[in-house]
């Protein structure tokens, strides 16, 4: 079985870390499968609605969902890929989202003040 070179470098050599990595790389599991499990329903339904109801974009639903799942997907961060880049905390994302909401608002006929 080929060997992780890169884990094997960063890795301490205490058995108590050892126990503390595979609890915490549980709960990335958990919350991995949990988003999963969620972005099932939800893509369809974006998918579906965009499809139906957006004949200008229907892929404006879908693809935030897509944006959303790579957000996660960094977030949760399974397997430390993205262990060097700076992590977003909760504010980041909501500052993030109210952000692409205003540019939304901004772009719509009438929508000037």
Known sequence: MPQDSDFQQHTPPSRWE????LLYFQLKLILD?????????VSIVAG??????RRQDPWLWY???LHWGRATDRWIDLFD??????KPDFDDLMEQTRQ??????DHKPGSEQ
């Open 18 to 21: 050892m126990l503390r990595h």
């Open 33 to 41: 499968g949990l988003r999963d499990a969620a972005l099932i329903p």
């Open 81 to 86: 890929i993205h262990a060097d880049e700076p």
């Open 63 to 65: 693809r935030e969902v």
């Open 100 to 105: 692409r909401l205003d540019s939304r608002h």
């Open 48 to 53: 579906l609605a965009g499809f139906f109801l």
